[in-house]
């Protein structure tokens, strides 16, 4: 399984940006998707994620600016970013939690597993 983000860039406070994610592979199901970030020398934080039923789920310095949306059909998650702050500046990671279907090699024999699955960084800057 692979994720694959797009968007993000450099836009001024205030501004707004759209990430994407889309996960490929051998994908049964995506039980909860969307994005972290990681500021320089702090751990990895939840930014929002959408689970396969649409529950959604923010960080509180988020929740009222941002929104979290997603494509089952196609594995992709979206987020839209809007008031964007200095401070919002970080590196994006795609993240999935995913039961993925492999094959053992005879028809129809197949098992599952569930796994947790990282995209690269994209860099989100916010001048000020």
């Known amino acids: 399984v692979q994720l694959q983000a797009f968007g993000g860039g450099l836009v001024q406070a205030g501004g707004s940006l759209s990430l994407s994610c889309a996960a490929t592979g051998s994908i049964f199901l995506i039980h909860n998707m969307g994005w972290y970030r990681q500021f320089p020398g702090k751990q990895r934080e939840l930014v929002a994620t959408?689970?396969?039923?649409?529950?959604?789920n923010y960080a509180d310095s988020v929740k009222d600016r941002w929104s979290i949306s997603g494509d089952s059909a196609k594995n992709t998650v979206f987020l839209q970013m809007d008031s964007l702050r200095p401070e919002d500046t970080a590196v994006y990671y795609c993240?999935?939690?995913?039961?993925?279907?492999?094959?053992?090699?005879?028809?129809?024999?197949?098992?599952?597993?569930?796994?947790?699955?990282w995209g690269k960084g994209t860099l989100v800057t916010v001048s000020s």
């Open positions: 993240y999935a939690d995913v039961s993925v279907q492999q094959d053992r090699g005879l028809p129809g024999d197949l098992y599952y597993y569930d796994m947790d699955f």
């Open positions: 959408i689970t396969s039923g649409g529950s959604t």
